[in-house]
């Protein structure tokens, strides 16, 4: 099923309930992400959305950011590529890995 745009204002315009519905699986089986980032509206621009999601994961407790990146295999393995395997301290190369993830999901919402 192919996801229909939304623009900023509708994204806003959302209830906690439907932002979970709509982008709980954007950190994929971590719908805390999205639950976290919708404590940040309203958002001006999709970058705005984009920089909630990465914040929630770099606000969450290391062992929230280690099931995040165990749920997601892809986004281990780039962060051992980026050296997140060694930094044990909840540093940018994990949480910057949920930034290019939700970046690789251009039909979340229009340029």
Do not use: K
């Not at 705005?48 to 606000?59: E, P, S, T, Y």
């Amino acid at each position: 099923m192919q996801a229909t745009s939304l623009s900023i204002d509708a994204v806003n315009a959302l209830c906690e309930a439907e932002f979970a519905a709509r982008f709980g699986d954007v950190a994929e089986h971590s719908p805390w992400v999205a639950q976290a980032a919708y404590q940040a509206r309203p958002f001006a621009d999709r970058a705005a959305l984009a920089a909630a999601f990465a914040a929630a994961v770099r606000g969450a407790a290391p062992d929230a950011q280690l099931a995040l990146l165990r749920a997601h295999p892809d986004l281990a393995d780039r962060a051992a590529i980026a050296g997140g395997g060694r930094d044990h301290g909840g540093g940018a190369a994990r949480s910057s890995c949920g930034v290019r993830h939700f970046r690789a999901c251009p039909s979340v919402l229009p340029s």
